[in-house]
Antibody, heavy 120, light 110 residues
Framework: QVQLVQSGAEVKKPGASVKVSCKASGYTFSNFYIHWVRQAPGQGLEWMGIINPSGDRTRYAQKLQGRFTMTWDTSTSTVDMELSSLISEDTAVYYC?????????????WGKGTTVTVSS | QSALTQPASVSGSPGQSITISCTGTSNDVGGYHYVSWYQQHPGKAPKLMIFDVNNRPSGVSNRFSGSKSGNTASLTISGLQAEDEADYYCGSYTRSNTLVFGGGTKLTVL
């Protein structure tokens, strides 16, 4: 079935970087954009960015510009996100999600989420 | 980009209808037909319920409907059921080619 499988939970110290992977299966990976969305504990959803299937076009939320990077690996059907210079406010569940169509900015398939904890 | 404005909570009894509002600006909700709604149960990933203001993905109950007037979009759930109790988030495409979510609304089925 169509699914996105994310890497496991991470605990990082302030100032460090974290990388989260999102592996797609059950559909043609190269046909759909991928979004990243995060949710801090007890808080709402925050859109982080979107990457195109060849990985050469990205759009980032202004708040994260300069700290957030997405990469696309067609050979492994995997999209990675990396967040650097971590602060406590980056503690959240990070989701990858498939765009519903051809850059619709709707998300129809979601990973289960990866918990990232930033703590000294 | 500021989050869209939603009420923190709404409630209703089984069988009733409720409406959740989502207010933005002409740079997002008011400027485009690209409004979506997501349902999120505790500990679970969000689920797409409405896209393009008033369209339902395959498999979503027709008890869920959407609308928009000016800078405010709305989600209506009719015939409330216990399983509808969840958090609901609106989302909108923006002039900056990004996506912005609302702060979320907790729906309680009494």
């Amino acid at each position: 079935q169509v699914q996105l499988v994310q890497s496991g939970a991470e605990v990082k110290k302030p100032g460090a970087s974290v990388k989260v992977s999102c592996k797609a299966s059950g559909y043609t990976f190269s046909n759909f954009y991928i979004h990243w969305v995060r949710q801090a504990p007890g808080q709402g959803l925050e859109w982080m960015g979107i990457i195109n299937p060849s990985g050469d076009r990205t759009r980032y939320a202004q708040k994260l510009q300069g700290r957030f990077t997405m990469t696309w690996d067609t050979s492994t059907s995997t999209v990675d996100m990396e967040l650097s210079s971590l602060i406590s406010e980056d503690t959240a569940v990070y989701y990858c999600a498939r765009d519903y169509g051809s850059v619709t900015y709707y998300m129809d398939v979601w990973g289960k989420g990866t918990t990232v904890t930033v703590s000294s | 980009q500021s989050a869209l404005t939603q009420p923190a909570s709404v409630s209703g009894s089984p069988g009733q209808s409720i409406t959740i509002s989502c207010t933005g600006t002409s740079n997002d909700v008011g400027g485009y037909h690209y409004v979506s709604w997501y349902q999120q149960h505790p500990g679970k990933a969000p689920k797409l319920m409405i896209f393009d203001v008033n369209n339902r993905p395959s498999g979503v109950s027709n008890r869920f409907s959407g609308s928009k007037s000016g800078n405010t979009a709305s989600l209506t759930i009719s015939g409330l059921q216990a399983e509808d109790e969840a958090d609901y988030y609106c989302g909108s495409y923006t002039r900056s080619n990004t996506l912005v979510f609302g702060g979320g609304t907790k729906l309680t089925v009494l």
